[in-house]
C-alpha cells in the first residue's frame, strides 16, 4: 500500500454545528480524501478531484472546509505545524494546499 500523500491526526471534524468527532483524521490516499473518526471509521470520502477545500470567512487559522458529495465539514486543524517530532495537526492552510496539489489545481 502507497505512503498516503496527506495525514492529519487530532482534527476537529464537524458538520454545521455538530460535532462528529474531536479527535478525527483527514487522509488523502490514492488520489481521494478520506474523513474518518478517532477509531479509523469513516465519516465521507470522495475523489479529490470532486472536493473543494477553503478557508472559511472571520475564522481562526487553524480552520478549512471541505466540500465532499454535497456536504459541507468544518475542519478544525493545528494554527502552525507541529515542531518536528511533536505531536499535533498540521496547519490548515497546508490541508488545503494538499488538496489542490493532489487535484492537479494551481494556487
Known sequence: MAEPEFTAMGVRIGKRLRSLTRAGQVRINDGRLELLTSYGTEIDSAPVQAVRASRPWFAPEDRALADLNG????????DHDPAPGEPGPPAARRFIEAVRKAAGRKG
Open 71 to 78: 456536504k459541507r465539514y468544518l475542519l478544525t486543524l493545528g
